[in-house]
């Protein structure tokens, strides 16, 4: 179904060797998921991924928002 041989999956599966994202596709679409779903507890995000997401995702908002941000932040 998706277009690789049962010994390449294998392989994968046992972790014997990396998967292709186009193979990785072809097997979210055959099992009707999603390659978050398939790859969901496979990866954590470091402390500095984590913290440059957050840097990035302040950066959308204004001054007044940071502000009310940094205040929950303390209260947490």
Same mark, same amino acid.
């Given at each position: 179904?998706?277009?690789?041989?049962? %010994?390449?999956?294998?392989?994968? *599966?046992? /972790?014997? #060797?990396?998967?292709? !994202?186009? /193979?990785?596709?072809?097997?979210?679409? $055959?099992?009707? #998921? #999603?390659?978050?779903? !398939?790859? $969901?507890?496979?990866?954590?995000? %470091?402390?500095?991924?984590?913290?440059?997401?957050?840097?990035?995702?302040?950066?959308?908002?204004?001054? *007044?928002?940071? *502000?009310?941000?940094?205040?929950?932040? *303390?209260?947490?």
């Amino acid at each position: 179904m998706v277009g690789c041989n049962p %010994s390449h999956i294998s392989n994968v *599966e046992n /972790a014997h #060797t990396k998967v292709s !994202l186009v /193979a990785l596709l072809s097997i979210a679409n $055959a099992l009707n #998921t #999603t390659i978050d779903y !398939l790859l $969901a507890g496979q990866y954590a995000l %470091s402390k500095n991924t984590l913290d440059s997401a957050i840097l990035k995702a302040l950066q959308k908002f204004d001054d *007044e928002k940071k *502000e009310r941000i940094l205040k929950i932040i *303390e209260l947490m």
